[in-house]
T-cell receptor
């Protein structure tokens, strides 16, 4: 079984400031890792994914994440946020042997203030 | 850009009624999923579907739930006798293994009164 912990339920930040949304996971099997974003009244959209290879992955909208196997973390970062980045962000893991059955974290609400 | 579409966007029903939520996955995808998100809670896996059969289901997906792919394009979730606790946003997703990334629809909000 897998579990995902998003360490911050809410992250307020000023526009153009850097942000980090933290995600830790546990799993007894190898997993793929994902970050999804959910804008108000919309579905979830894939931001980025880690499948294998380089531990630093880049996604859409200037976001990136770093996979740290020893710390079982997959933190999401952006060097300079915009008002439009205000949304709910979900970290998710999916076992490689059953990809698609994802376990999600509770979500982090990112609020970007002017 | 291809997308997953879901209907209805919002459905209100009385407890005990049957509900069918519909989804049109991305056309070249072969794996289909239903997830749900109760208000204020995390997104939860319900069921996965491949090759015209359920490949996996969660504890939530009991005998009241069923899925079907009646033709080449639609993927439906049926709840036979709705309960108050079935009120949630239901997301359809499709994907291509082995990467596991999911393409979600915008959701169907179900309100059971």
């Amino acid at each position: 079984a897998q579990s995902v912990t998003q360490l911050d339920s809410q992250v307020p930040v000023f526009e153009e400031a850097p942000v980090e949304l933290r995600c830790n996971y546990s799993s007894s099997v190898s997993v793929y890792l994902f970050w999804y974003v959910q804008y108000p009244n919309q579905g979830l959209q894939l931001l980025l994914k880690y499948l294998s290879g380089s531990t630093l992955v880049k996604g859409i909208n200037g976001f990136e994440a770093e996979f740290n196997k020893s710390q079982t973390s997959f933190h999401l970062r952006k060097p300079s946020v915009h008002i439009s980045d205000t949304a709910e962000y979900f970290c998710a893991v999916s076992p490689k042997t059953n990809a698609g059955k994802s376990t999600f974290g509770d979500g982090t609400t990112l609020t970007v203030k002017p | 850009e291809p997308e997953v579409t879901q209907t209805p966007s919002h459905q209100v029903t009385q407890m005990g009624q049957e509900v069918i939520l519909r989804c049109v996955p991305i056309s070249n995808h072969l794996y289909f999923y239903w997830y749900r998100q109760i208000l204020g809670q995390k997104v939860e896996f319900l069921v996965s579907f491949y090759n015209n059969e359920i490949s996996e289901k969660s504890e939530i997906f009991d005998d009241q739930f069923s899925v079907e792919r009646p033709d080449g394009s639609n993927f439906t979730l049926k709840i036979r006798s709705t309960k108050l606790e079935d009120s949630a946003m239901y997301f359809c997703a499709s994907g291509v293994r082995p990467t596991g990334e999911l393409f979600f629809g915008e959701g169907s909000r179900l309100t059971v009164l």
